[in-house]
């Protein structure tokens, strides 16, 4: 009888801790793996499309844009290069972003979002103040792009030197390729990404979720991201059904 009530007494002593545990698996497995297998489902899934319709954006076009209104105040540049967009690329630029933090890799800044689909998203993205940490390392992501106002300092692995980019300098952040970074005083850039999208969200969430605790940024961010990827879907499926 008493080992009996021993053993009924460890067992209820450590029975409410496994919904506990399981939850917490959840939630690692959501923020770290989820959003990888995700993506790799959703590529694989994706219908193929031939090379030229693959994307909507061309860095090219993106750069020619930015570079176009340069001459201009930080103030009036950015109005400036969203309505040169949105007359290029008709019902797909988001003419009045809403802007909110972002924090990854160390680094604070604040983003505005222009477009954003499941292989493809165009944003500002800066600090008025500076700012400075890790790329991320995006294995299945091509990002570029283009100061608009400040100083970015790069480097990489094994580089004893920086790199400086400065107002209008193009900066190509390779598939698999990762730096430290430095936003100097102040700058902001013009930002596009393209690839599987979902498979950067661990490293876009994870300073907020383990460190800032900034919920409000959190779910902003999830919320714009996911209205972006459903107007596009509708967008193509539309486009489909006329075609």
């Known amino acids: 009888m008493v080992g009996q009530g021993s053993a009924h007494r460890r067992l209820h002593r450590h029975h409410p801790r496994q919904p506990r545990q399981a939850l917490l698996y959840s939630w690692f497995w959501i923020l770290g793996r989820g959003p990888r297998a995700l993506a790799s489902r959703l590529v694989i899934s994706l219908p193929r499309r031939k090379p030229g319709n693959r994307y909507v954006f061309e860095p090219e076009v993106l750069r020619e844009v ?93 580089d004893l030197r920086r790199t400086e980019y400065r107002r209008g300098d193009s900066i190509h952040l390779r598939r698999g390729e990762a730096k430290g970074f430095r936003m100097v005083d102040g700058a902001y850039i013009l930002e596009y990404a393209r690839g599987p999208i979902p498979t950067m969200l661990p490293f876009g969430l994870a300073d907020t979720v383990f460190s800032t605790l900034d919920l409000t940024s959190l779910f902003r961010t999830i919320r714009l991201y996911a209205r972006h990827v459903l107007r596009s879907t509708r967008r193509r499926r539309f486009s489909r059904s006329r075609a």
Request: proline share 5%; glycine share 14%.
């Open 66 to 158: 930015a570079h176009s209104h340069l001459d201009l105040p930080l103030e009036e540049m950015i109005p400036a290069i969203t309505r040169d967009l949105a007359g290029r690329y008709p019902g797909l630029i988001e003419t009045e972003p809403t802007w909110f933090y972002s924090n990854a890799g160390g680094t604070m800044g604040q983003v505005a979002m222009l477009y954003a689909s499941l292989r493809e998203y165009v944003i500002f993205f800066g600090s008025p103040i500076g700012s400075g940490g890790h790329t991320g390392r995006y294995r299945f992501v091509d990002d570029h792009s283009v100061v608009l106002d400040g100083e970015m300092w790069y480097y990489g692995e094994g």
